[in-house]
T-cell receptor
Framework: KAGVTQTPRYLIKTRGQQVTLSCSPI?????VSWYQQTPGQGLQFLFE???????NKGNFPGRFSGRQFSNSRSEMNVSTLELGDSALYLC????????????FGPGTRLTVT | AQSVSQHNHHVILSEAASLELGCNYS??????LFWYVQYPGQHLQLLLK??????LVKGIKGFEAEFIKSKFSFNLRKPSVQWSDTAEYFC???????????FGTGTRLLVSP
């Protein structure tokens, strides 16, 4: 089975721009979660989608949003980028039941200049 | 809010030494516990998980962890480390009924040959 894929792998944006990141889960997995990884804050939960509905949300400003499509693929959007948004954004997929283990993709490295 | 503490931020060991990485969580209810590993340049991989049953769980590559409910701990162990175990190790918890991983800050392990 193919793993979780994320595109693009690397991205450079300037402050004020917006960005969209994409995630394709493992085939058959219906839950997609997003995490932000930074040296200072570690791994922090952004949100989780299941069957096109946001089921859980972390403590991030409204500039961070996401969605999930009917094929379980998910996108994450960050508007009005700030320097502090520079991070590795990780997507994880899970079969769907709550409390299940999650399988991570390689991440998208976002640099905001 | 639940939190996870990993007290060792950096650990340096020689090959064949024994490893124990500490992990404590704060949550009074039922949790599922995980250890993830991130090898240099690679994505997060699941090492092992505890959902219920035998508190001593075995994972991949000879790793094991013991869940001690009374101590809110889930320490990771390996009897004899190898150079290839050099990586960052993350302890994580999911509160039963939710799909949100809460991660510890990670422990960087360096194994010298």
């Amino acid at each position: 089975k193919a793993g979780v894929t994320q595109t693009p792998r690397y991205l450079i944006k300037t402050r004020g721009q917006q960005v969209t990141l994409s995630c394709s889960p493992i085939s058959g997995h219906r839950s997609v979660s997003w995490y932000q990884q930074t040296p200072g804050q570690g791994l922090q939960f952004l949100f989780e989608y299941f069957s096109e509905t946001q089921r859980n949300k972390g403590n991030f400003p409204g500039r961070f949003s996401g969605r999930q499509f009917s094929n379980s693929r998910s996108e994450m959007n960050v508007s009005t980028l700030e320097l502090g948004d520079s991070a590795l954004y990780l997507c994880a997929s899970s079969p769907g039941q709550v409390s299940y283990e999650q399988y991570f993709g390689p991440g998208t490295r976002l640099t905001v200049t | 809010a639940q939190s996870v503490s990993q007290h060792n931020h950096h650990v340096i060991l020689s090959e064949a030494a024994s490893l124990e990485l500490g992990c404590n969580y704060s949550y009074g209810g039922t949790v599922n516990l995980f250890w993830y590993v991130q090898y240099p340049g690679q994505h997060l991989q699941l090492l092992l998980k505890y959902f219920s049953g035998d508190p001593l769980v075995k994972g991949i590559k000879g790793f094991e962890a013991e869940f001690i409910k009374s101590k809110f701990s889930f320490n990771l162990r390996k009897p004899s480390v190898q150079w290839s175990d050099t990586a960052e190790y993350f302890c994580a918890v999911i509160v039963t009924g939710f799909q949100k991983l809460v991660f510890g800050t990670g422990t960087r392990l360096l194994v010298s040959p």
